[in-house]
């Protein structure tokens, strides 16, 4: 309030400000900006965030209970003999940018699936195409599925052949009137995330998106992918200059029969 620092959320536990005193923090830092520690110019001081407990057999059992007693379906949730538990969670994919997937490859059948037959290695002709919109999908995973293999199963899936690093898994989460996003690190175990949310998809639901980091790194994509996404482009833009042509063109024909109706009339 007083010397307006600013850092982010998840730096707020090393940072020291004596907020008490009025304008004593911008005395604690330096030329930089550097926060420094009072009567020392040369002290470093790591302050380890302590992690939670993670959560006993006993606890694990009474979450699952109360989360099944909300479910309205029957995608509920069973606790194993191990400790671990199994369930459901639903993935929304946004992806703005077209996927590669096999070429002439029919659809996976329940004897490919329980064979665990990888269609996508039968050819090697590749096409891009755009995933339908917040297309859904539902996964039965266990509480040690983490984030980096539930991308990599619904990219199988979908038969898409992209390097799992191009994605990456969301929670988004609503907040007074607001969406909001946050990307989840790979080793985030998501059955356990629905858990303690509930089974209400508006207060927690995953969506797979873009991995964006900054600028397209256009050396992680192969020949075919790039020609597939000049192709696409070109068919983008000819789809935009015929939308504007015929736009123009309605708006001329408008003032033309205004010009003609207006003939002959005073003014």
């Known amino acids: 309030a007083d010397c307006r620092y600013t850092c982010h959320q998840e730096c707020s536990s090393l940072i020291q400000l004596d907020c008490r005193r009025p304008g004593q923090c911008q005395s604690q830092l330096s030329p930089e900006g550097t926060l420094l520690p009072p009567h020392s110019q040369n002290v470093t001081q790591t302050v380890e965030e302590e992690k939670p407990e993670p959560p006993t057999v006993q606890e694990i059992k009474e979450k699952i209970e109360k989360y099944n007693a909300k479910v309205t379906n029957c995608l509920l949730m069973k606790l194993n003999d191990d400790g671990t538990y199994t369930g459901f969670i639903k993935v929304h994919l946004k992806l703005c940018r077209p996927v590669t997937v096999p070429a002439g490859i029919r659809p996976q059948s329940i004897y490919d699936a ?5 269609l996508a290695d039968m050819t090697d002709k590749r096409t891009s195409f755009y995933l339908p ?16 293999e539930v991308i990599q199963g619904l990219l199988k899936k979908f038969m898409v052949v992209d390097n799992p690093q191009k994605f990456a898994l969301f929670k988004e989460m609503r907040k007074d009137g ?5 990307k989840l690190p790979l080793t985030e175990f998501p059955l356990y995330l629905r858990l303690l949310a509930g089974p209400d998809t508006d207060v927690l639901s995953f969506v797979l998106k873009e991995n964006e ?12 992918e790039l020609q597939n996404f000049l192709l696409i482009l070109d068919k983008e833009e000819k789809d935009k200059i015929q939308q504007v042509q015929r736009k123009y063109e309605k708006f001329k024909q408008r003032l033309q029969q205004t010009l003609k109706e207006a003939r002959g009339k005073p003014g």
Request: glycine share 2%; net charge negative.
């Open 133 to 148: 919109l917040d297309a859904i999908k539902q996964l039965h995973i266990s509480s040690t599925t983490t984030v980096s």
């Open 178 to 182: 607001q969406v909001l996003f946050q």
């Open 213 to 224: 980091t900054g600028e397209v790194e256009w050396d992680a994509f192969s020949i075919p």
């Open 114 to 118: 329980l064979k665990e037959v990888n």
